[in-house]
C-alpha cells in the first residue's frame, strides 16, 4: 500500500491559485495511478482529478474543476501535484489523495489521511 501525504492547502481569494502536493512512497512499481478527492463540510467526497503515474497522463477531471485545475506528476513519480486557478468559493473543501482503481477513480482502499485544507474567500 501507498504512503500518502497531502501538503499545500490554505486561504485563498476568489480568483486565486493554490497548488497541492501529494507526496508518494512506498511504491514497489510504477503501475498506480493517484486521484485527488475533496470534501466540503456536510457533502460527501468527491473525485476531483487522477493521473496515472506510468504515463503521468491525467485521465479524469471533474466537470466542476475542468479548464481551472490541472493534475500532474514529478519525472521521479514520487509526487502528484494539483495546480488550482481560477478558485471559487464552493472549492472550499479538505482535498485528499489517494491510490485509485487504474483507470478510474475509484478509491483502492478505504483509508484516507488528514488531507489538506483549502478554503476560498475573500
Known amino acids: 500500500q501507498l504512503q500518502l501525504v497531502e501538503s499545500g492547502g490554505g486561504l485563498v481569494q476568489p480568483g486565486g491559485s493554490l497548488r497541492l502536493s501529494c507526496s508518494v512512497s512506498g511504491f514497489t512499481s510504477g503501475y498506480y495511478a493517484i486521484g485527488w478527492f475533496r470534501q466540503a463540510p456536510g457533502k460527501e467526497r468527491e473525485g476531483v482529478s487522477c493521473?496515472?503515474?506510468?504515463?503521468?497522463?491525467?485521465?479524469y477531471y471533474a466537470l466542476s474543476v475542468k479548464g481551472r485545475f490541472t493534475i500532474s506528476r514529478d519525472n521521479a513519480k514520487t509526487t502528484v501535484y494539483l495546480q488550482m486557478n481560477g478558485l471559487k468559493p464552493e472549492d472550499t473543501a479538505v482535498y485528499y489523495c489517494a491510490e485509485v482503481i487504474r483507470g478510474t477513480y475509484t478509491p483502492l482502499y478505504d483509508y484516507w489521511g488528514q488531507g489538506t485544507q483549502v478554503t476560498v474567500s475573500s
Open positions: 493521473i496515472d503515474s506510468m504515463d503521468g497522463i491525467p485521465y
